[in-house]
């Protein structure tokens, strides 16, 4: 590679590193200055118009949208929960997780301080809140949509794993170089680490096409598709897909 293109793609690494805490912590961050800028217009004494003014404003933001995760929405109400469990906790969560040992305002600066995304969803997001949140799964089916799982005794933990998966970094692929001469002919070999979750082939080859014109020369993708080994391959014959043994 000439010495410019390794310095755009320097720049391009760089800047994907400094945004790293923030794709990590956006449910966090967009429910915390939610949950702060409520409880500071709450607390002013404003005139009737501009407090309903606030609401209104406050609640097109931070309403749920139907079929996907609102940030501003699903992070508010975790912050408030937990704020609610550590000043007035109820009976039932007193005897289940004992009395709280530190306010609401100090407990949620403290979660705010050392949790993520996945972390605070995986701690603080609580079977009662997401049946209140009516948080649920659909799946493709055909043309259709179809909810698979809801927030039930038997179906909220699947339904959380599965926000969890979705939310942050956990979203992205993670892909490994292998070999960066496969074949002894230059061929960049990369591993998909598959998780369950298959590649969008359109996604796929639209980024092997950019990664092969950066090697210049094949580059090939191992992964998962519909259960089974596959092979993709770019190089300038073009795309193509291949099973493997």
Sequence with gaps: MERWERDVLEVIREEAVYFSPQWQTKIMNEGWASYWHK??????????????????????????????INPYHLGLKVWEDIYRRFTTPTKDEIKRDGPPTKSGTEKIFEVREVERDAS?????????????????????????????????????????????KNVGTNSIPVLKVEDA?????????????????????????????????????????????????????????????????
């Design 181 to 245: 001469d496969f074949g002894q002919n230059r061929t960049l070999y990369v591993r998909h680490d598959h998780d369950g979750r298959d590649l969008h082939i359109e996604y796929a080859e639209k980024s092997l096409n950019y990664l092969q014109r950066l090697w210049g020369r094949e580059v090939v993708l191992e992964t998962v598709l519909d259960g089974k080994r596959s092979l993709l391959c770019c190089n300038d014959r073009g795309f193509s897909v291949r099973a493997l043994k």
């Design 39 to 68: 409880k500071i217009l709450e607390s002013l004494d404003l005139d009737q118009g501009l407090h309903l003014e606030f609401i209104v404003n406050h609640n097109q933001v931070c309403r749920p949208i139907p079929g996907q």
């Design 120 to 164: 605070f969803l995986r701690r603080y997001l609580t079977e009662d809140l997401m049946r209140e949140m009516d948080i649920f799964e659909y799946e493709a089916r055909g043309e259709e949509l179809v909810v698979s799982k809801v927030a039930d005794n038997e179906g909220w933990k699947d339904v959380k794993a599965t926000l969890i």
